[in-house]
């Protein structure tokens, strides 16, 4: 058995609407198969604009340069992350202030993000871990309060719910990705959505290098110039024509990976009630999208063991992030506040589990191997 840690799903009708793409001879951003699929997210979360771009990276970095830092001033994020959910606001010459996450769902720890607020504290970003999502009631009102900015990290969210809500709804803005290990993917892909409409216009512009190009295409300027600092975020169509495939199918996506997620989940109940690993947690107001399935094993060492042997039968899982508080540019650019006891130790036991279409056909050899290799 070889069970790869993942495979990009295809639902067949990539190359068709790439097809079209190439004979409608429109091939820089911005032509049908991008509006389709901008409408599509802003139908499906209900915000006031998406904006497709090459990554997740590239939407946070617009969204960064959306909240009009100034160097200095602090960013609150989990230390829990991708590396560029630091490096998009670190490139404007911020500082992130790291902040523990939850033992429950790994998602930042609402309760300890008032500790890190100082006067120099501009946004806060929950980063919706394994497409759950964060206590953004309780966020969005400390950010009220407080009068910052909030992007949502929604790279893992898509299709996920907090209260009926859809994940980037929430926030003044909020970033996806569609990057090929992601639920829907393009290989690379992403968007910025914004829901405050105060920054639609700008959000524009920063896309288009600077210049008010959008509202020369709609008529409302007679000429485009260039008009705020910016740069180029825009996918081509052929990676929007490939998305576009892809969002078509987004239920069903959704839906076979579910029930991958609820296979694993069941089967592993017993080994949580003896203790050899903990499974993951959903709070009742969570609908989740399967983005991943992850284990907590008892330590390190075991941790270590657990991959190795699953290796050896040809099981493929991997561990996450290094805490970014502990990483070179984290030291140097960050901090943290407070001791980060649950970030250290969640980077040091969670293993995550191959999860993709298609290891339906393999599931019951995977479980039985991961079973005997928890024992
Ligand atoms: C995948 C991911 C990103 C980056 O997405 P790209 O599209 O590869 O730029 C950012 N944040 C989180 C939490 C992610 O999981």
Known sequence: MQVPFNKPYMTGKELWYISQAHASGHLAGDGQFTQKCS????HRIGCKRALLTHSC???????????????GDEVIMPSYTFVSTANAFVLRGARPVFVDI???????DESKIEDAITPRTKVI??????????EMDTIMDIARRHNLMVVEDAAQGIMSTYKGRPLGSMGHMAALSFHETKNIISGEGGALLINDPRLVERAEMIREKGTNRSQFFRGQVDKY????????????????????????????????????????????????RSEKLRR????????????????????????????????TKGVNTVFHYIPLHSSPLGHTTGRSVGDMANTNNVGERLVRLPLWLGLEEQLADVIGEVVSAAQ
């Open 225 to 272: 110039t260039w008009v705020d600092i910016g740069s180029s975020y825009l996918p081509g169509e052929i990676v929007a024509a490939f998305l576009w495939a892809q969002m078509e199918e987004a239920e069903a996506i959704t839906k076979r990976r579910l029930d991958i997620w609820s296979n694993y989940h069941q089967w592993y109940a017993s080994l949580e």
């Open 102 to 108: 939850r033992p429950d769902t790994l998602n930042i």
């Open 125 to 134: 970003i929950p980063v919706h871990y394994a497409g759950v999502s964060c």
């Open 280 to 311: 993951p947690t959903m709070p009742r107001e969570c609908v989740h999208n399967a983005h991943m399935y992850y284990l907590l094993l008892p330590s390190l060492a075991h941790r270590t063991a657990f991959i190795d042997r699953l290796k």
């Open 57 to 71: 990276t590239a939407a946070l970095e617009i969204a960064a340069m959306l909240t009009d830092l100034q160097p």
């Open 39 to 42: 409408t599509w997210l802003e």
